[in-house]
């Protein structure tokens, strides 16, 4: 039986009968190491979020609305509801959870809202699922004016 192949289109079991096959830019092993006096350097820029309202700078690179001084509010996903959490936990999430996190805000004598939706690495589909459907409620709810983050 012959079988015609395109140039540069032979199969893997076609080059098993050749000892010396070379395909153009084939490598050997790894490849060439690269030394690190020749790799780009990143600099290490130590990050504190306490910084943020402290700097306007800063604050407007990273898009923060205000001092943070806003009213929060945080709710947990259990189930298909949204729970109330306590707010001396404020700041603590799990992998395993998802969030929804609501913040009001004045900010040069208007009120605004954004509302934030935490999805934890180890969060279940259904709870992902849920945190979205959720978020989408809530912003519903509210008149469709807060932004979501």
Do not use: C
Not at 44 to 50: K, L, M
Not at 56 to 73: L, Y
Not at 123 to 141: C, P, W
């Amino acid at each position: 039986q012959i079988q015609v192949l395109p140039e540069s289109g032979e199969t893997p079991l076609f080059k098993q009968f050749f000892k010396n096959w070379r395909d153009r830019d084939q490598t050997e092993g790894l490849g060439q190491p690269h030394v690190s006096g020749h790799v780009a350097k990143i600099e290490q820029v130590p990050f504190d979020a306490a910084t943020l309202h402290s700097s306007k700078a800063m604050a407007a690179q990273h898009g923060m609305e205000d001092d943070g001084s806003g009213k929060k509010q945080i709710w947990r996903i259990e189930g298909s509801e949204k729970v109330p959490v306590d707010p001396a936990t404020y700041g603590q999430f799990y992998g395993g959870d998802s969030y929804i996190i609501l913040y009001d805000y004045q900010h040069d004598g208007k009120r605004g809202q954004i509302i934030y939706t935490w999805q934890g690495a180890d969060s279940t589909q259904d709870e992902i699922a849920t945190s979205a459907f959720l978020t989408v409620q809530l912003d519903e709810e509210l008149g469709g004016s807060p932004v979501q983050v």
